[in-house]
C-alpha cells in the first residue's frame, strides 16, 4: 500500500542546490530544518546553471538556491517568509534576498542589517517582506 501524501506535507520539503564548499549555505539549511521544513541538499557545482534554468535574475543572485512548492528561493530568505510565499501562493517565480546580509539566517554575527525579502517573477518584482536578521520589521 502507498502512504498518502498531503499537499501540505509535500510544500514542506525544500530542495537546496548548494556548493559543497559553503558554511554558510549549511547554517541556511540548519536554520530551514530548525524551521520545521524537510530540507534536501544537492551539492552543484556550477550554481549559475541552476539559477538560469530556475529564472533567478542575475542581479538577484546570492551563494545558494532552493525549490519548494513550485518556487524559487535564492540566498539567505528566512523561514518566515518562505511559509508567507507558500501560504499566500502569489503568482511568481519565487523569492530572493541578494547578497549575503549580515545577520541574515546562516550569517549570523555581529550586527544584522536591515535588508529586503523581494518578490520577482514575470510580472516583475518588489519588496515581499523586510527583515532585519531574523526579524520581521515590515
Known amino acids: 500500500m502507498t502512504p498518502i501524501v498531503s499537499a501540505a ?5 525544500i530542495q537546496v542546490h548548494k556548493d ?3 558554511g554558510c549555505c549549511s547554517g541556511w539549511v540548519r536554520h530551514l530544518a530548525a524551521a520545521g521544513f524537510v530540507v534536501t541538499v544537492q ?3 556550477n550554481l549559475q546553471h541552476v539559477r538560469k534554468r530556475l529564472g533567478v535574475p542575475a542581479d538577484l ?3 545558494h538556491t532552493a525549490e519548494t512548492g513550485g518556487y524559487v528561493i535564492e540566498g539567505h530568505v528566512p523561514a518566515a517568509a518562505i511559509r508567507r510565499l507558500l501560504k499566500e501562493s502569489p ?3 519565487g523569492v530572493a534576498v541578494p547578497g549575503m546580509p549580515a545577520g541574515s539566517p546562516g550569517m549570523e554575527g555581529g550586527a544584522p542589517a536591515r ?3 523581494v518578490l520577482f517573477g514575470p510580472d516583475g518584482r518588489r519588496t515581499y517582506m523586510e527583515f532585519e ?3 520581521s520589521v515590515g
Open 61 to 63: 543572485a546570492a551563494c
Open 91 to 93: 503568482v511568481a517565480t
Open 115 to 117: 535588508y529586503a525579502v
Open 133 to 135: 536578521g531574523v526579524r
Open 20 to 22: 559543497p564548499n559553503c
Open 9 to 13: 506535507a509535500q510544500i514542506s520539503v
Open 43 to 45: 551539492e552543484e557545482a
